[in-house]
């Protein structure tokens, strides 16, 4: 069967529950109608983790069948992209993953303060003449702080020599706590970690197939920052 067009895939995502598609004016402008209300929304108070980026929600989809007991929302601006992940999410009765298709840049519109315990970034476009929009430039990571728990976490993964490099350079100038790092996940870098991480950092995502098959190396950083008190 043909693949479904984008219009077909935006008039379908009308009726997903998972997804939430606010006006763009309306986010600039006012906060979202469930910040603060995330745990009301699933109906628990599990962790809150966030994929930013998520394309077609991989890691969203696939870290939230591996934790029921945390809830993960998935954003993206691209609304064909998250169509697959929120059909997913659908189809199988995902209940502790939905998505947002918004821009990152308005995430404080999203969540309060302490409502957000991670934050994964994956394969983030490294934005080389613009590194004030990397989703781990120092203009994105305060606006995690204004949500982000005391202890929260911040992961990367990436193909890219550039976004990793940079992010390196974020940690050490704004003296964030770098937890983990490796330039080669594949490589050597994946027998370091626990087993409980290698089995999270498995999820392969539309865009690391691309790349693994390109022969990129898959690098991975994890670090946390000082929360706004
Ligand atoms: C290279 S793709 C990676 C997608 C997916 N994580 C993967 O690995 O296959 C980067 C994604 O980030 C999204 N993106 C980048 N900057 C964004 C922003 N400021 N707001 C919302 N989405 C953004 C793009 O729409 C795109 O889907």
Same mark, same amino acid.
């Given at each position: 069967?043909?693949?479904?067009?984008?219009?077909?895939?935006?008039? /379908?995502?009308?009726?997903?529950?998972?997804?939430?598609?606010?006006?763009? %004016?309306?986010?600039? /402008?006012? &906060?979202?109608?469930?910040? *603060?209300?995330? +745990? #009301?929304? !699933?109906?628990?108070?599990?962790? @809150?983790?966030?994929?930013?980026?998520?394309?077609?929600?991989?890691?969203?989809?696939?870290?939230?069948? =591996?934790?029921?007991?945390?809830? !993960?929302? *998935?954003? &993206? @601006?691209? *609304?064909? =992209?998250?169509?697959?992940?929120?059909? $997913?999410?659908?189809?199988?009765?995902?209940?502790?993953?939905?998505?947002?298709?918004?821009?990152? %840049?308005?995430?404080?519109? !999203?969540?309060?303060?302490?409502?957000?315990?991670? @934050?994964?970034?994956?394969?983030?476009?490294? $934005?080389?003449?613009?590194?004030?929009?990397?989703?781990?430039?120092?203009?994105?990571?305060? =606006?995690?702080? $204004?949500?982000?728990?005391?202890?929260?976490?911040?992961?990367?993964?990436?193909?890219?020599?550039?976004?990793? +490099?940079?992010?390196? /350079?974020?940690?050490?100038?704004?003296?964030?706590?770098?937890?983990?790092?490796?330039? &080669?996940?594949?490589?050597?870098?994946?027998? +370091?970690?626990?087993?409980?991480?290698?089995?999270?950092? #498995? @999820?392969?995502? !539309?865009?690391?197939?691309?790349?693994?098959? /390109?022969?990129?190396?898959?690098?991975?950083?994890?670090? $946390?920052?000082?929360?706004?008190?």
């Amino acid at each position: 069967m043909a693949s479904k067009n984008k219009l077909e895939r935006f008039a /379908e995502m009308e009726s997903f529950k998972n997804i939430f598609q606010p006006a763009i %004016d309306s986010v600039k /402008e006012a &906060d979202f109608e469930l910040k *603060g209300k995330w +745990a #009301e929304h !699933f109906g628990n108070n599990h962790p @809150i983790v966030l994929e930013l980026g998520c394309g077609k929600g991989e890691y969203t989809i696939g870290l939230a069948k =591996r934790y029921p007991e945390k809830n !993960f929302i *998935g954003m &993206d @601006i691209k *609304g064909a =992209r998250i169509w697959k992940g929120a059909k $997913q999410g659908e189809q199988e009765g995902i209940t502790n993953a939905c998505f947002i298709r918004t821009k990152i %840049d308005f995430i404080t519109q !999203f969540f309060h303060k302490n409502e957000v315990s991670e @934050i994964w970034c994956t394969f983030s476009d490294p $934005q080389p003449k613009k590194p004030n929009k990397r989703l781990t430039s120092k203009v994105f990571v305060e =606006r995690y702080k $204004q949500f982000l728990k005391k202890d929260g976490i911040i992961h990367l993964k990436t193909d890219s020599d550039l976004l990793m +490099a940079s992010t390196e /350079e974020e940690i050490s100038s704004n003296k964030y706590q770098e937890l983990f790092k490796t330039w &080669d996940l594949y490589g050597e870098g994946v027998y +370091a970690l626990n087993d409980e991480i290698r089995d999270i950092l #498995e @999820i392969r995502t !539309f865009y690391e197939d691309i790349w693994l098959k /390109e022969g990129k190396t898959i690098k991975y950083i994890k670090f $946390q920052v000082a929360t706004v008190s």
